[in-house]
């Protein structure tokens, strides 16, 4: 006979049967009796009934209201009882109560006109909630529907309320096992996002926020750690409950927030107020992570050393380096080892961090459940054991190694150990982020289970991951670390208010387009739930090799376009073969070259991602935004959840078949023009009728909205070397537009930053950047703008601040070389400024303002510009270390003799050329190089003498015969390296010198 236990969790619903020895059974429903009598102060209310229940009604701030009941003779929980809500918040928030008396019913508002107004009948207790300022009402009980204690011994506590309003719709936060979500829309649906039950590895990393929010402009966050179950209008009944299981333990109390927007964005600040605001990781999270994952056998610290330079030589990105399992002592495998650099494997993991501040790598450390015992000073057994009864976790898998996270001790002992192997800045170790694996595998735990804090398991197994999180966020790297250095602390699973110390990925995901699918609705409502910076593994992590299709659509398009990039997925490349490797030097020259051009993309928008990630820590505001997010009245938002907006301005949607050529409807939202970003071509938004995409493989879907202004950086291969000197701002013409960009200086929890503000006037083409308001450690002191005005049918002449017509070049590079300037793309009708450099005045004030003249577009003139990093390169490597180069970075000759790097240029008319090859030398001595024109030596050593810095830049000219046609240039090192190359510059003879 199949048990309660198995059918619900079949069900989907992780609630489960009776607990051994339980109370005889007591089968009742017990509702609200009639009003007696309330107490009232500023803030609360406190109302008894008749039969001695209570219901009590506080204020929390101006747009929340918590309700809260209890049986005759219960004491309320203590606001400490639960952690969700941000310790601070009970206080912090504030707030004040109005309470009028009607005779037959209370009516209590909060202070904002357009605040929430709660009414409570008298006869018998009914609570309803409307708008104060409108009257609507957004939810409520009637005669038949009211909060209820029911179930077995009244071990359930059950809010109804009447049946949805007509076309009402419900988002629920967070998610079900392993990131997977059904839909986002969960109208009509019973919903439950619970602690696990298998004893297997199978009901991995959900996501539990017991927060939905409705398409009406309200958000009800149910405030307790027990099973919570959520129906959504399902047979037209509307309400939500937490079940005990009927253990010997307390009894849940129905607690919880009611929260108004009306829109949605408010209704995620405000939640993220009361919950606490998702931590913000340093800059370097946002851009690159790999692992060695793929390697069990041969990663150690010099493979790490070798694998980043290969990574870097072949121009990829990279920040953050993973550790999976080998750097720490004992095996190096996922069993058998513990928290502890391995002296064989890692000799001098000091020497490592030298080297990877040097090149701009963080480090991500790992930590396993499932090898606590390993770990130094463990002790097993409960309190003052750090562990559970042991016949409580005889069911768990490696039940010798299972902490007690609600233990005070527990929690001091495993931040000890993380600081005492690894985290101490005395050691001089690397490591910047944790990440803390498998907590969620104790659902074998019996309901009746008592922890250390006095809790039944029934209650304390949705409060799990967040006790594990706080133990390593606010009681370890707060107060050891401190302010000077952000974490990045991730989870496999996680808890509403967990947000505040650390973010979770999606666990063991499965390599197919179905799991993709699901995944991108998890990050949505993820993000829904405060969880912003929710990951998953790239590509999956069951199915290696991928095929090629998908590491192009998943580990590198999609990866690129989410919150936090790292491919991951298991397999040995020693038995399943290279292509087993998410790294992008292991692959085909198709995924390669797909993955280098998301690198580029992901890491030239770090102004505008990093800015979304900032307001995502300051608002709630998910980085990846669910359609419903900014069109909650539209049901083209409900429905479209395999697309999402990539902030405010670029919406994304993933490929997700392998059938190139396929069809994948978008929804491109009416009331815009929307832009495809990799065709410039124009699109009318429609609430009627989906834009019909044909895919290409490799090619995520992307579309930016007219009046879009999207700032960006140089590229370069980690974020310590972005050049901040250098801004970018495409701005997509056809509706104003403005943008407030965001920086700091991305490693400390400072709250000095800069906001620089940008407009976009459509009707006059002007374009207008102030000066940042504010400032931070490592700001810069001089500025370039390159301002692209994308969708012009014709180019116009422009200037800037007032001052003549700009000189037309032949590209960007050669406008910068100039020092300003302007461009015309006539192929993608994207019209480009280069404004001289502008001192930045952080006391604010307009820095440039860009306009028309009222002249035509001027004659182009200066050299042809071709980039080192797009040239044939033979034993060159690519860097970005250096600021000052004009493309995607330079060629870094790394051998003394034979290495070169050749340009294939178009000359349009023979005769004598100025090839002007721009380079950086910061030796002490001449480093020349050999150059030849179609294999004719047209000089055996070009001088390139010291030029005072790898920074600094000059142009060593070559004066030479070109033919006519496609011509190969070579420069090749000749016995002493070569100087950085950043680019070649051609211009006949009679232009003169260039620079």
């Known amino acids: 006979m199949t048990s309660r236990r198995d059918f619900l969790r079949t069900a989907g619903l992780a609630v489960g049967g009776a607990a051994v020895g339980t109370p005889p059974s007591v089968q009742a429903v017990e509702t609200p009796a009639d009003y007696a009598s309330h107490t009232a102060d500023a803030r609360t209310v406190t109302v008894t009934s008749t039969a001695g229940q209570r219901v009590r009604i506080t204020a929390y701030g101006g747009h929340m209201v918590r309700v809260r009941h209890a049986r005759a003779g219960e004491t309320f929980f203590a606001d400490d009882r639960y952690e969700m809500v941000d310790p601070a918040a009970h206080a912090g928030l504030g707030g004040t109560l109005s309470v009028t008396d009607g005779g037959d019913a209370l009516t209590i508002t909060t202070a904002p006109a357009d605040g929430v107004k709660v009414v409570l009948r008298k006869s018998p207790l009914r609570i309803a909630f409307h708008g104060k300022d409108d009257d609507v009402l957004l939810a409520g009980e009637d005669a038949t529907r009211s909060m209820t204690w029911d179930g077995e011994n009244y071990s359930i506590v059950r809010q109804r309320f009447a049946p949805p309003a007509a076309g009402e719709r419900f988002v629920k936060a967070g998610h079900g096992f392993m990131g997977r979500s059904p839909r986002v829309d969960r109208t009509g649906e019973v919903v439950a996002h619970n602690y696990g039950l298998a004893a297997d590895r199978s009901e991995q990393s959900p996501a539990i926020v017991q927060l939905y929010l409705s398409s009406r402009g309200y958000a009800v966050f149910v405030n307790t750690t027990f099973d919570t179950t959520f129906t959504f209008g399902r047979d037209g009944v509307y309400e939500f409950a937490a079940d005990e299981h009927n253990t010997p333990g307390v009894r849940p109390q129905m607690d919880y927030f009611v929260i108004r927007g009306p829109r949605f964005a408010q209704l995620l600040d405000r939640y993220t107020q009361l919950t606490g605001r998702p931590r913000l990781p340093q800059l370097g999270i946002f851009g690159l992570q790999m692992s060695d ?324 820590h300051a608002t709630g505001m998910p980085m990846a935004r669910a359609m419903v997010v900014d069109h909650q009245d539209n049901p083209q938002a409900y429905s479209h959840d395999q697309q999402y907006m990539w902030g405010p301005s670029i919406l994304v949607a993933p490929v997700t078949t392998g059938t190139a050529g396929a069809v994948q409807p978008v929804w491109l939202p009416a009331g815009t023009t929307w832009y495809n970003f990799w065709s410039e071509a124009k699109s009318t938004g429609s609430d009627s009728a989906d834009k019909q995409y044909v895919t290409r493989t490799g090619e995520i879907i992307m579309y930016v909205r007219a009046g879009a202004i999207l700032p960006r950086y140089r590229y370069a291969q980690s974020t310590k070397f972005l050049d901040k000197t250098h801004l970018e701002l495409d701005v997509y013409t056809g509706q104003d537009g403005s943008f407030d960009l965001h920086e700091d200086d991305g490693v400390s929890e400072s709250t000095r930053a800069a906001v620089t503000g940008v407009t976009f006037t459509h009707a006059g083409l002007t374009v207008a950047v102030r000066h940042p308001a504010g400032t931070y450690d490592g700001a810069p002191a001089v500025r370039r703008y390159v301002v692209r005005y994308h969708g012009l049918s014709a180019p116009v002449g422009l200037r800037v601040d007032g001052g003549p017509a700009l000189p037309a070049y032949t590209g960007e590079t050669a406008a910068v070389l100039a020092g300003s300037g302007q461009v015309w793309d006539a192929a993608r009708k994207i019209l480009t400024v280069v404004t001289p450099p502008v001192p930045v005045n952080p006391g604010g004030g307009v820095a440039a303002t860009i306009r028309p003249i009222g002249e035509p577009f001027p004659a182009v003139t200066g050299p042809v510009a071709y980039a080192a990093e797009d040239a044939a390169l033979s034993g060159v490597a690519l860097g970005t270390q250096h600021p000052g180069y004009t493309g995607h970075g330079y060629a870094d000759y790394t051998d003394a003799t034979g290495d070169h790097v050749e340009w294939t240029v178009t000359v349009p008319v023979a005769g004598s050329y100025i090839l002007g090859f721009r380079y950086a030398n910061g030796s002490n001595a001449d480093r020349p190089l050999a150059v030849t024109v179609n294999g004719t030596t047209a000089t055996a050593a070009l001088p390139f003498p010291p030029t005072g810095g790898w920074a600094v830049w000059r142009s060593a000219p070559l004066t030479t015969s070109l033919p006519a046609g496609p011509v190969r240039i070579r420069a090749t090192s000749t016995g002493s390296g070569g100087a950085n190359l950043d680019c070649l510059t051609v211009a006949p003879a009679a232009q003169g010198r260039n620079r």
């Open 293 to 616: 994952k793929n390697f069990p056998g041969v990663s150690d610290q010099t493979w790490w050393v070798n694998k980043i330079t290969e990574h870097r030589t072949r121009g990829f990105p990279l920040d953050l380096q993973v550790h999976d399992n080998r750097w720490r002592a004992g095996s190096g495998g996922w069993s058998g080892s513990w928290f502890e650099f391995d002296a064989g494997r890692w000799p001098d993991p000091a020497a490592f961090k030298r080297w990877a501040d040097e090149n701009g790598i963080i480090t991500s450390l790992d930590y396993n459940r499932n090898n606590s015992n390993l770990m130094a000073g463990w002790v097993p057994g409960p309190p003052p054991g750090y562990s559970f009864q042991p016949a409580d976790i005889s069911g768990v898998s490696e039940n010798y190694s299972v902490p007690d996270w609600s233990n005070p001790a527990t929690r001091a002992w495993v931040w000890n150990v993380f600081w005492t192997r690894a985290l101490d800045p005395a050691l001089g170790f690397p490591g910047d982020a944790l990440w803390l694996d498998e907590p969620d595998e104790l659902g074998p735990i019996p309901y009746e289970a008592i922890a250390a804090n006095g809790q039944r398991w029934s209650e304390l197994r949705n409060a799990y991951f967040l006790y594990l999180a706080k133990a390593v966020g606010q009681e370890g790297w707060d107060r050891h670390v401190g302010p000077g250095r952000r974490p990045f602390i991730f989870s496999r699973g996680a808890t509403a208010g967990q947000q505040r110390h650390a973010h979770l990925w999606t666990g063991d995901t499965q390599s197919t387009y179905g799991e993709m699918q699901q995944q991108i609705r998890g990050m949505l409502n993820a993000g829904l739930g405060g969880f912003p910076y929710a990951n998953v593994d790239g590509g999956g992590h069951n199915g290696n090799p991928i095929p090629p299709d998908m590491y192009r659509n998943w580990v590198a398009a999609w990866g690129a376009l989410s919150p936090i990039w790292r491919p991951h997925g298991y397999g040995d490349t020693a038995t399943l073969g290279q292509r087993a490797s998410r790294w992008p030097t292991d692959q085909p020259a198709g995924e390669s070259n797909d993955f280098l051009r998301y690198g580029r993309l992901r890491y030239t928008l770090l102004p505008y991602v990093y800015t979304i990630a900032h307001a995502a």
